[in-house]
């Protein structure tokens, strides 16, 4: 199984901030990874997929960039409905697999 | 819009089954396929299962191989996910989620907590 891998675990920032969140595939997927936000209680929510497609009404302000092993979920000017928990996932190959998540947090 | 509505909340005694359904609205349901993806309290998402809506063909995680049945009713635009064996372990949220086609979810349902305890 592919194993993904984030950093950080969590992170601090303030309304307004530039945050970079890494995942790391442990082999090869192309452009094959997406991103979904998750606020308590809720189901996740896709952002982004193919590694740096914005899906329709998420805000610019997202951005996703990488290919093969290493890729970037960056927000800029962060926003108070932004806190919240952020996953990769890799769809190169069965079984799909996430990455352990990042929580935003308000610093 | 697209909407997946699931059943609600279970409980159940170790080694019993539960069965989820998650009905699809607001696109032609055999024109994409679904995933199943559970949360335990705490935990990351984990991929389960995978049905084509239109050819019924299914795809699960060796983790679940032996235990789970994918199934659908396409009359009633329905997915059904049944987990067998069931152990303290098994609790968690269980999210139906449409798969877009190249892997990746959206929407989803808003998920069904499944407690398995004695």
């Known amino acids: 199984d592919i194993q993904m891998t984030q950093s950080p675990s969590s992170v601090s920032a303030s309304v307004g901030d530039r945050v970079t969140i890494t995942c790391r595939a442990s082999?090869?997927?192309?452009?094959?990874l997406a991103w979904y936000q998750q606020k308590p209680g809720k189901a996740p929510k896709l952002l982004i997929s193919?590694?740096?497609s914005l899906e329709s009404g998420v805000p610019s302000r997202f951005s996703g960039s990488g290919s093969g092993t290493d890729f970037t979920l960056t927000i800029s000017r962060l926003q108070p409905e932004d806190f919240a928990t952020y996953y990769c996932?890799?769809?190169?190959?069965?079984?799909?697999?996430f990455g352990q998540g990042t929580k935003l947090e308000i610093k | 819009q697209v909407q997946l509505v699931q059943s609600g909340a279970e409980v159940k005694k170790p080694g019993a089954s539960v069965k989820v359904s998650c009905k699809a609205s607001?696109?032609?349901?055999?024109?994409?396929?679904m995933q199943w993806v559970r949360q335990a309290p705490g935990q990351r998402l984990e991929w389960m299962a995978w049905?084509?809506?239109?050819?019924?063909?299914?795809k699960s995680s060796q983790k679940f191989q032996g235990r789970i049945t994918i199934t659908r009713d396409t009359s009633a635009s329905t997915v059904y996910m049944e987990l067998s064996s069931l152990r303290s372990e098994d609790t968690a949220v269980y999210y139906c989620a449409r798969d877009l086609g190249g892997g990746w979810f959206d929407p989803w349902g808003l998920g069904t907590l499944v407690t398995v305890s004695s």
């Open positions: 082999q090869g997927i192309s452009s094959w």
């Open positions: 996932q890799q769809a190169d190959s069965f079984p799909y697999t």
């Open positions: 193919a590694a740096s």
């Open positions: 049905i084509s809506a239109g050819t019924g063909n299914t």
């Open positions: 607001g696109y032609t349901f055999a024109s994409y396929a």
